[in-house]
């Protein structure tokens, strides 16, 4: 009983990154920029998952559950700043967000 | 028979997780956007089953489409959600940029994959059934990678608290009409 190689779990992890990286470029939102940023994110944790089973090691598990709480906390830190600059009447785009005085 | 049935899910979950992508990234919507990333999600929890990682799918489910998303779909729904083309806004050189870019990683990637796909990609390692279950997470995260683990509850705490910290001060600064003034026209460029 034999599912697909590990090459096409990896070619799955890399489009998700490319698309990722598409949308961090490119979009304006910062809300949709964080949303891109996961789906980076998730790019390379299943890599590392497909490298734990490719190996046969766990460490690679550890890495991806490591880095899916690492992303939580960038979600509670980025939503957060969102949250701030909304209170303060500024247009959510990342172009007009130059300034770092707070 | 087994094949086909594990190539079926394979290639259903894969193709929805890639629509979904696409999806997020193209919605004019950030509320439609954060709605297809929970698709996207979960539909990486099957992959990571196809991968017998149990606990990591479980735990995808359960943090990511559950708890993250419920907190991007709350926020989402509170700051309304202004509609953002993709396209729009900004020079074109940027949007060609971007697209540049990340076609760019993609076929770095493949060029790698394929490269190295005929050798020792295709030969799995034997694995126990043991392996990925809760009980063997449990134990390498209590043996080997203790440090990591507890570096990773250092972290949090310091997310929640700096969470806690942006959102009394923005309360406080709100309220107080000249700052926001000060603060609107600085952010003209």
Redesign the interface.
Known sequence: MRGPDVAWYLAVAAFLFATGTLGVLLRRSPLIVLLSLEIMLNGGNLALIAFARLHGDASGQIFALAVMAVAAAEVVVGLGLIVAIAQKRIDLDVDKLSFLRG | M??VV??AV?VLA?FS??AS??A??SFTN?FY??LS?IG??SS?AV??L????E??AA??VL??AG??MV??VF??A??G??A?A??A??PSW??V???T???A??LE??VV?GL??GG????????GSD??SPH??GR??LT??LL?FEI?SV??L???V??VI??A???R??TTGDL?HS??A????
């Open positions: 087994g094949n594990i190539w394979w894969a997780c890639l992508a696409v997020v990234v950030p956007s954060a990333l996207n999600l990486l992959l990571y196809l991968l017998s990682a606990f990591v735990g995808q943090v990511y708890a993250v907190m991007f926020v989402t509170y700051l959600g202004r953002d993709p396209w806004g900004g940027q949007a940029g971007a697209v870019a990340a076609g990683i993609l990637v493949i994959i190295k796909a020792t990609l295709s030969h799995e390692a034997q694995i392996f990925g063997q997470i390498l995260f080997d990678h990591a990773t972290v949090l310091v997310a929640a700096g969470a942006l959102g001060h923005s309360r600064s709100g926001v603060e609107e600085g952010a003209r460029p």
